[in-house]
């Protein structure tokens, strides 16, 4: 009965290669996101989807592409992986809006040697 | 420049007492601020949401208290549990977008039996 399920959980993997991080909530909402927490603890928004519709992409280089086959599904695929690309990354789900509650998958953590 | 800012960094409190965790923000105007709790390796979890109209929520051992006035608000701590032991965010989200949230940095809270 998870609500927002991330794969893998930790991905490990050399400079310059292409990965991809899937994302699937089952809790019905319409919007979807992703964030990337680094050491520092902040999370930072790169992309966030209504309705398979781009509404936030904030500034994060285009080795960076958001796929959202579903209004189910936010799928993250990362390119030429750098080693500053190392972070935990989250997938949130709402229904539409900033002002509802975001629910958070249990985080990838991808570490880029 | 939007900001949230959290006081202390981390905190470290005996099982069974009370504390009070600090947030400040420049975010004007806002909808709503929020309060999660992330544990370690785990996805924030919400614990409450406040419109800027609302001075207090509670939710079990957990009350928040926002002053719009002086653009402060606080998360308070009831007779501590060990699992208690997590980060605390202060999230704000600008009246002017609906997706996008300002995240502070948390408040790392040890609660030692």
């Known amino acids: 009965d998870t609500a927002v399920s991330q794969t893998p959980k930790y991905l490990v993997t050399q400079m310059g290669n292409d990965k991809s991080i899937k994302c699937e909530q089952n809790?019905?909402?319409?919007?979807m996101y992703w964030y990337k927490q680094d050491s520092k603890k902040f999370l930072k928004i790169m992309f966030s989807y209504n309705n398979k519709e781009l509404i936030i992409n904030e500034t994060v280089p285009n080795r960076f592409s958001p796929k959202s086959p579903d209004k189910a599904h936010l799928n993250l695929h990362i390119n030429s992986l750098e080693l500053g690309d190392s972070a935990v990354y989250f997938c949130?789900?709402?229904?539409?809006?900033?002002?509802?509650?975001?629910?958070f998958g249990p985080g990838t953590r991808l570490t880029v040697l | 420049k939007n900001q949230v800012e959290q006081s202390p960094q981390s905190l470290i409190i005996l099982e069974g007492k009370n504390c009070t965790l600090q947030?400040?923000?420049?975010?004007?105007?806002?909808?709503?601020l929020r309060w999660y709790k992330q544990d370690t390796g785990r996805g924030p979890v919400s614990l409450t949401i406040?419109?800027?109209s609302e001075n207090t929520k509670s939710n079990g051992r957990y009350t928040a208290t926002l002053d719009a006035d002086t653009k402060q608000s606080s998360l308070h701590i009831t007779a501590s549990q060990l699992s208690d032991s997590a980060s605390y965010i202060c999230?704000?989200?600008?009246?002017?977008?609906?997706?996008?949230?300002?995240w502070g940095a948390g408040t790392k809270l040890i609660i030692k039996p």
């Open positions: 406040m419109t800027f």
């Open positions: 999230v704000v989200s600008p009246m002017d977008s609906n997706y996008q949230l300002i």
């Open positions: 809790l019905g909402h319409d919007t």
């Open positions: 949130a789900s709402s229904q539409r809006g900033g002002v509802n509650e975001q629910f």
């Open positions: 947030c400040n923000y420049t975010v004007s105007p806002f909808s709503n």
